[in-house]
């Protein structure tokens, strides 16, 4: 019962918040994400000065992933991301951001402008050019099969080049 | 009865969908959007670099908006900001970007870092440091009561400064 009127609250609230508001003519629409889908939990940074900022100030490594939303290898690696492990490691131990465009920085294009590619930058903001996957015509592409790899890179970029003592 | 059947089948999903699925120590949390409540209903670019591009290939003006969440007066200007002709000249005839971190591009920061700060961009990608709100010391700030002056900067930012023959 208690769970009913809380219900009819929710749908209520829900509702009114939708009276007086823009709604555009093609009909409403789903407030996109941050996330993009490789990850609702995770704290995504929008931009790439935004995430080298939180990765110095925090002092934790950041990964730089590049993907289309329409690109099927983009799709199928974002399957396999929901990963717990994959999941559990980045929010606890590195800065994320993915984006959907190309930065002006080459550092993060070393071999090219693929997707998916996942780049490692050290929070000296060092770019890790040598955490590759395991295809050498594309260094930073993964696959579906590859997250061991994937994970086993995670563990390599989080000892940091410069370790505080 | 119908609603009642599809208000279970929508419960049931979402309980299902998250099975197995990595969940934070400090429990879970709701999945940033891109909007940060500047308009859950405008399709904002995400980075600067993309939004320029956009502007470009779609020949429509960008509008920039520079916030804190934090920020007393963004919060303020952020109420007002959903007002219906506020969103639907963005949503037709604009590109919007929203930042909580600035760019390295000092065209968008000519009298200073401040928020909240609106600039309009063409889609020449010539910043529009003439369109100016009402106060001397922050050229490009806006107050709640200032709608009106940002709606007719709007026009004026929709005049493009390279019209096609």
Request: with cysteine.
């Amino acid at each position: 019962m208690i769970k009913a009127v809380l219900l009819l609250i929710l749908v209520l609230v829900a509702m009114s918040s939708t009276f007086g508001k823009y709604i555009p003519k093609t009909g409403k629409r789903i407030p996109q994400t941050l996330s993009r889908g490789w990850g609702d939990q995770l704290i995504w940074a929008q931009t790439y000065e935004e995430a080298l900022y939180w990765s110095r100030s925090r002092n934790k490594p950041l990964m730089v992933l590049f993907h289309l939303e329409d690109c099927p290898h983009s799709q199928a690696l974002r399957k396999v991301f929901s990963d717990n492990e994959i999941q559990k490691t980045l929010d606890e131990d590195f800065i994320v951001l993915n984006l959907v465009y190309e930065t002006t920085d080459k550092h993060l294009s070393q071999d090219g402008q693929y997707v998916p590619r996942i780049i490692f930058v050290d929070p000296t903001m060092t770019v890790r050019g040598d955490i590759i996957g395991p295809y050498a015509n594309r260094m930073y592409a993964y696959e579906p099969n590859d997250l061991k790899l994937l994970l086993s890179n995670m563990q390599k970029a989080k000892k940091l080049l410069k370790s505080e003592l």
